[in-house]
């Protein structure tokens, strides 16, 4: 049964947490509609009920996906819409069709990222060039990773949105016996956080690779979750348009960032890993193939800090590594310098 507040919800993208937040709103009695691109994938879904690419041991009951390749059809029966497709191509997806399309929905972002093209979050950059209601926008954050949520292992799920009604009605929607939600009105905060942290991560990846060992890492997270803290706490009015603080206590910010920087399951860390070992960025995608976030958001978030005016000299460190050819090493032995 649909929640009247939601009606019918629709998934954009089918990647691995896609499929993650697929599984749970159908273990919770929503059918919805999923866009899919590959019509492969869309006929091996609809004849198999698993996505033949990512979390493939989640099967779905029969009548609980409606897959399509036909994102108008999907915009124009859904009311609420939940985005979980990489930053790098959400602008593409969401500029493929008419601006007409995106009115009046509520929008979900499941994105950890900032948009590549325009240096900005979903949320301003739907407000700036869709008129986009931010009463209408709810994000999600961890720390949740998709393949304990296959496995049905207690997760959290934290949701930001500025319209009580909304949030509480996400949150309640993906909330189970294995899934716990929170909520809060930070959805700068929450964002920007799960941004730098998938930079962070890909650095502890690094420092794996190097060689490093825990008592470095502990002290590099330390000193990356310092950095975070000055960049969305010294800076407020700068990056939060609205008045409320972040709770840096909370799983959503801290705790995210741990499990990122620490777990097997981080596609972050393991990208970092890679480049530590000295493969190629292309290298590095091609072996994992799938989307590390944090790649794309250290150059979006190079941008932001220009533009603030906000030192991010960790961020900053491993965006060199990535974008600017930098030896790994060499620029890990002048990070040992920096953190304390």
């Excluded at 060992?213 to 590099?220: I, K, P, R, T, W």
């Amino acid at each position: 049964m649909e929640n009247n507040t939601l009606g019918q919800i629709g998934i954009i993208g089918n990647g691995s947490w896609g499929t993650a937040l697929a599984k749970i709103l159908t273990d919770n009695g929503h059918t919805i509609q999923w866009w899919i691109r590959n019509e492969d994938a869309i006929k091996y879904l609809s004849t198999r009920q698993h996505n033949p690419h990512y979390l493939t041991s989640v099967r779905f009951m029969p009548g609980t996906i409606i897959p399509t390749n036909d994102l108008k059809a999907l915009l124009s029966e859904c009311n609420t819409v939940i985005i979980a497709v990489p930053s790098a191509y959400v602008q593409k997806v969401i500029e493929s069709v008419d601006k007409s399309y995106w009115c009046n929905k509520n929008i979900i972002s499941a994105i950890k990222g900032v948009l590549p093209d325009a240096n900005k979050l979903l949320n301003d950059y739907l407000s700036l060039n869709f008129d986009f209601p931010l009463d209408h926008y709810v994000s999600i954050m961890g720390p949740c990773h998709a393949e304990e949520v296959a496995e049905e292992r207690l997760s959290y799920l934290t949701f930001s949105g500025l319209n009580d009604q909304l949030t509480y009605a996400v949150a309640k929607s993906f909330n189970n016996t294995y899934i716990n939600t929170t909520s809060n009105h930070d959805i700068w905060g929450a964002q920007y956080a799960a941004v730098l942290k998938n930079i962070y991560a890909i650095g502890a990846g690094m420092a794996r690779a190097l060689d490093y060992g825990d008592n470095f890492l502990s002290v590099y997270i330390t000193n990356c979750y310092r950095e975070m803290y000055h960049f969305l706490s010294d800076h407020f009015e700068k990056v939060h348009p609205s008045n409320e603080h972040p709770d840096f206590h909370t799983s959503a910010y801290l705790g995210d960032l741990l499990v990122t920087c620490y777990s097997l399951h981080s596609r972050n860390r393991t990208f970092g890993a890679m480049i530590g070992k000295g493969y190629s960025v292309k290298a590095a995608m091609l072996e994992m193939n799938m989307v590390a976030e944090g790649y794309y958001a250290s150059r979006g978030m190079q941008s932001v800090s220009k533009e603030f005016t906000i030192a991010i000299p960790i961020a900053s460190c491993i965006y060199e590594i990535l974008w600017e050819n930098h030896n790994a090493a060499d620029s890990f032995r002048k990070l040992e310098k920096m953190l304390s």
